[in-house]
């Protein structure tokens, strides 16, 4: 999952409440363990890996543990066959029951053995930690999912509700196949449900291992990148022309860092900025006035220099990347830049491209769409049928640790199921680190103890949503 910040744990420090402990595992930990094992295990990088191998793994535990043939799908788009994705489906005793889905992705970020302390591609339990590229995003919650349906097929009586599960690939490269997004335009009764459940949420660990905090993800920005470019004569850098493509670039990228969009919130986002007001300073202050009147320009201005804050305030856009000039002698031709945007929710890619060109409002800078357009996330509701049991849940397995609901500054895989009108939720259990437990980045790692702990809420929480004793 690509994200700097999921929702309030950077909005708020809660008081601690609990430190994970770490335990001998149990034999069902084991036997989970196994399955985590051989998904870390199986590289589903972009450039070498193979999701399709890892979801045929899955698929082959699921028949070892009693699911008929009719039941596992395996689908691999016919231009795609190392992207391929799994869905399972567990039916429930009451057709008027619903259902549920349990997303996750399989693929996972690149790594090189050279750059890591240990094997990126090897399970390693260490001081704790479980270390291994997926380890925290997402290849935990994907073993929980699977062990899930698996525990769950092997009880002595079925749920009520139908439980579904679709393993997927390509959310770590926008760029390329994404599995989410053709499983929703290609299968869609094949994983059609009441709501889903999918990463974003988790929980907050202090640098200690106290649990601080628990957040359930309730919508998410959309990324979208957009292209600006000036081109011009140029000419020997002897002879000065009063128009300069670098210079026009750049006066026109100075606008976009001095525009502020205007604030929004939702029910969730409200949510969050009243408790950062409660805090006794500025952007407090700011937020207050903000919270009574959404139109104070002035008071949003104050309450952005919270980075967390503005995260979540409003659409955001920051130059990321820039090109210019083609030798040290000669003006430049062509100067371009990438705009990075992540928009508010019940915003468009096209609106947000005519708000830039209204910013800049020079016709000489062309500004455009970097494909692809991926959709944009439908916001959520609060529905208690579903925060409620996660809230519940969590009461009994992390006494005193409060829920909150978020919005994602980043971009799961959540957005390919607006089309199907289907909401998406992040689940809360898995605690991680305040450092990001190097998602993304070298030495990926998640606690043992807390992968334990997570697995056994989310499997009451799903048998919470079911009906499953």
Not at 212 to 228: D, N, P, T
Not at 246 to 273: C, H, N, S, W
Request: proline letters at 6%.
């Amino acid at each position: 999952m690509r994200k700097v910040a999921a929702g309030f744990f950077g909005l708020l420090m809660m008081g601690a409440a609990t430190t994970a402990q770490a335990q001998a595992p149990r034999p069902d930990q084991l036997a989970f363990r196994e399955i985590f094992e051989e998904l870390v295990e199986t590289n589903t990088a972009l450039s070498v890996g193979s999701c399709t191998e890892a979801a045929a793994k899955m698929g082959a535990r699921l028949k070892a543990a009693g699911f008929a043939d009719a039941d596992l799908h395996h689908i691999t788009a016919p231009s795609n066959p190392k992207e391929g994705s799994l869905v399972a489906v567990l039916k429930g005793s009451d057709p008027k029951a619903g259902a549920v889905l349990l997303l996750g992705h399989i693929d996972v970020v690149e790594a090189r053995r050279e750059d890591w302390t240990r094997d990126p591609f090897t399970l390693i339990e260490e001081d704790g930690y479980f270390y291994g590229r997926g380890t925290a995003d997402m290849k935990g919650l994907d073993a929980i999912w699977v062990d899930t349906l698996i525990r769950l097929k092997q009880a002595k009586t079925p749920p009520k509700a139908t439980l579904k599960m679709a393993l997927t690939c390509g959310e770590e490269t926008a760029e390329a196949f994404n599995g989410a997004d053709y499983l929703v335009k290609n299968h869609g009764p094949l994983i059609a449900a009441d709501f889903v459940l999918n990463e974003g949420g988790g929980g907050r660990l202090s640098a200690d291992g106290k649990r601080e905090s628990l957040s359930i993800q309730v919508g998410e920005k959309a990324a979208q990148s957009y292209l600006v470019t000036v081109t011009n004569p140029g000419g020997h850098s002897s002879r000065p022309r009063p128009d300069n493509a670098i210079y026009q670039l750049a006066e026109a990228l100075l606008k976009v860092r001095a525009y502020v969009f205007p604030a929004k919130m939702t029910d969730t986002t409200r949510f969050g900025l009243e408790m950062r007001a409660q805090r006794a300073d500025a952007v407090g202050a700011a937020l207050k006035t903000l919270l009574a009147n959404p139109n104070d320009a002035e008071a949003a201005k104050v309450a952005a220099t919270d980075v967390n804050v503005n995260s979540i305030l409003h659409t955001n856009c920051v130059t990321t990347r820039l090109d210019a000039g083609h030798a040290n002698n000669a003006l430049p031709q062509r100067a371009t830049a990438v705009i990075n945007c992540r928009i508010f929710p019940g915003e468009t890619v096209e609106g947000t491209l005519e708000t830039l060109n209204k910013v800049v409002g020079d016709p000489g800078v062309k500004i455009e769409v970097i494909p692809p357009v991926r959709p944009i996330a439908i916001n959520p509701p609060l529905d208690p049928k579903v925060v409620g049991p996660m809230k519940a849940v969590a009461a009994k397995h992390f006494p005193g640790v409060p829920v909150i609901p978020s919005m994602s500054s980043g971009a799961t895989d959540g957005r390919y199921f607006g089309p199907a009108k289907m909401y998406v939720y992040g689940v809360p259990g898995i605690f991680g680190d305040p450092d990001g437990n190097g998602a993304h980045g070298l030495n990926e790692r998640i606690r043992v103890s807390s992968l334990y702990a997570g697995r056994d809420y989310l499997f009451d929480l799903v048998k919470a949503y079911v009906g499953a004793k």
